[in-house]
């Protein structure tokens, strides 16, 4: 069983970055069906569809036109079944709430990485994780992210270093865990930042990634 919670996690990860693919590129989500190299538009093979494995297999490159295929995809499918395999040994039950939860990260960090887009609407997946919780005073949740998005609001003015998705991110987080959480994910995503701007000197770098990728301990923090 853990190897097949391994296994939903990684083809749920693949098939959220071919869906967000396809969206911010405005191209038909149901034609064609199968799933098709980004280069060259062929249409893939089922061994060119097993996550990470493929990848591997075929080098990190399309079968067809040899295009690299991004690293991303791989490490985000390997990032995703992990995550199912130990939350499967957890709580099983509450797997359709991480379901929502995950998709929602993933998608929001696929969109934002490779289109700087956030679809606040993708945001609501995240909302149901609030039952899981630690029992919270949510009133206080929200007025403290209400103060929370009109601190960064203003910062983001000033700076122009952060995007409204990535404060929406943040406001709804604090929403369902509370401050204190949302303190240490920016903390430890802004350290993140700080590393990924040394090491590629950008100066517009995608946010919800990192905000994501500290997110995901927090789950664990708060025992889901
Ligand atoms: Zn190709």
Known sequence: ?????????????????????RLVNNYPLTIPQRSYCDNCHSILRWW?????????????????CKQKISLYLPVIELLSG???AIFFIYEPVHDLI??????????????DFFN??????????????????VPQNYFYNLIFACILAVSLLLFATVTKTLGIGDIEFLFVICLVWGWYQTLLIIQWSSLI??????????RQLPFIPAL????????????C
């Open 193 to 202: 930042m700080l590393f990924a701007f040394l090491f590629t000197k950008k």
């Open 116 to 133: 700087h887009i956030i679809y606040s609407y993708s945001l609501l997946g995240l909302v149901p994780i609030a039952l899981l919780s």
């Open 1 to 21: 069983m853990l190897f097949i919670s391994f296994l939903f996690g990684a083809s749920l990860a693949s098939f959220i970055a071919s869906y967000s693919f």
């Open 48 to 64: 060119h569809l097993i996550p990470i494995v493929s990848f591997i297999v075929l080098r990190g490159q399309c079968h067809y």
């Open 212 to 223: 994501a990728f500290t997110t995901i301990p927090c789950l664990f923090i708060q025992g």
């Open 82 to 84: 992990i995550t199912f």
């Open 98 to 111: 991480i379901i929502s939860f995950l998709s929602s990260l993933i998608f929001l960090t696929y969109t």
